[in-house]
């Protein structure tokens, strides 16, 4: 099988059901932010981070798999056949744990702080903006253009993103930076 099917040369692709939208949709804008976010995690990995730090972003990397999934069906088709597809409230609740976890291990937060810190650390920042904005376009595409548990994994991400890049820095000996 080859890699260019030629089928994407007008400027169009397909959506899971079969529909051909204009890779300008706003579906396809919020499952590209979620393909950038997952590519930013793997440069975060290859940053050698602490083996349980990247445990942890592996996992996470296969999730953005059935996120991107989800936001690629928008008939709701896919989650019934493929289990792997599936977000659930327990992928949420394992993220929740990730994060008191790793706070656990760091000093408290009492200012903003700038990021940056140690490389893994930065990738990891950077990450949780690359999050966020993929939150804000999966908001944007409208009550009920996707399950509500996508919107709930996307923000509890983005705050795991912000402990794990602390915690990797913190680390690293990294000193945060005060705002």
Request: charged share 25%; proline share 5%; hydrophobic share 40%.
């Given at each position: ?31 590209g932010?979620?393909?950038?976010l ?29 996120v ?8 709701a ?93 913190h ?5 945060e930076?005060?705002?």
């Amino acid at each position: 099988m080859r890699i260019y099917t030629k089928t994407g040369d007008s400027g169009e692709t397909s959506l899971f059901d079969n529909s051909r939208v204009a890779k300008s949709h706003p579906r396809v804008e919020a499952y590209g932010d979620v393909d950038e976010l997952n590519a930013c995690l793997g440069a975060a990995r290859s940053a050698s981070p602490a083996e349980d730090l990247d445990a942890v972003l592996e996992a996470i990397q296969r999730q953005l798999f059935a996120v991107g999934a989800r936001l690629a069906d928008p008939s709701a088709r896919i989650a019934s056949r493929v289990q792997k597809a599936v977000v659930q409230p327990e992928d949420v609740e394992r993220l929740e744990q990730w994060i008191d976890g790793f706070e656990a291990e760091l000093p408290p937060l009492r200012r903003f702080i700038l990021p940056g810190g140690s490389a893994c650390g930065a990738w990891l920042h950077f990450s949780r903006t690359v999050c966020r904005r993929a939150e804000r376009r999966v908001v944007g595409l409208g009550e009920g253009a996707v399950e509500p548990i996508v919107v709930v994994y996307l923000n509890r991400l983005s705050d795991l993103l912000f402990v794990m890049a602390r915690t990797a820095s913190h680390r690293q000996g990294s000193p945060e930076a005060e705002w």
